[in-house]
């Protein structure tokens, strides 16, 4: 049973609190809702299967952000994913409302390469900064600000060419 601040962890409340974080980085990541919700779950359940004591919320939730970087790879680099075939487009449920701009922009920030996704997605929909990221990922500031500036110049490209 993991533990916080000394006491037993109530991973519901955990589920609770950083559930819609772990999926949207899972979803950003992965490109796919169903791919999504399997690496989310699989988070949760290392949560209440692992035996960790975190020191307080803010050390839970950076192990939630790395564990889920971590089931995204594996789930990429399985075998039973590179032999699956997606459901054709439109099944899908939309990333995000109604509004075609939302919906370019999500289908844009899914064509960028991995590690920017993930970026931008910690960023700008999680609100961490270029310090913390940083730490989240076990890379340097510099990089992450590399891959921001990067993912931005990518997505007004990406953008500019679905105006056009």
């Known amino acids: 049973m993991p533990k916080l601040n000394g006491a037993p962890l109530d991973c519901g409340a955990a589920l609770e609190r950083w ?3 772990v999926f949207r980085l899972a979803w950003h990541t992965l490109g796919r809702r169903e791919d999504a919700e399997d690496a989310a779950q699989e988070v949760f359940v290392a949560l209440v299967q692992s035996s960790a004591s975190f020191r307080d919320e803010a050390h839970l939730q950076r192990w939630l952000v790395r564990c889920t970087i971590h089931r995204c790879r594996n789930l990429t680099l399985s075998a039973w994913r590179r ?3 997606p459901f054709p487009t439109g099944w899908d449920v939309p990333a995000y409302g109604p509004d075609p701009m ?9 064509r960028l390469p991995v ?3 993930q970026a931008i997605c910690l960023h700008y929909v999680e609100g961490y900064t270029a310090q913390e990221i940083g730490r989240l990922l076990g890379c340097p500031r510099g990089t992450v600000l590399s891959r921001l500036s990067r993912a931005r110049t ?5 953008l500019k060419e679905e105006v056009l």
Not at 102 to 110: L, W
Not at 154 to 158: D, G, K, M, P, V
């Open 19 to 21: 559930g819609a974080m």
């Open 83 to 85: 032999h699956t075939v």
């Open 102 to 110: 939302d919906q370019s922009v999500s289908e844009a920030v899914g």
């Open 115 to 117: 590690p920017y996704r």
């Open 154 to 158: 990518l997505l007004r490209t990406y």
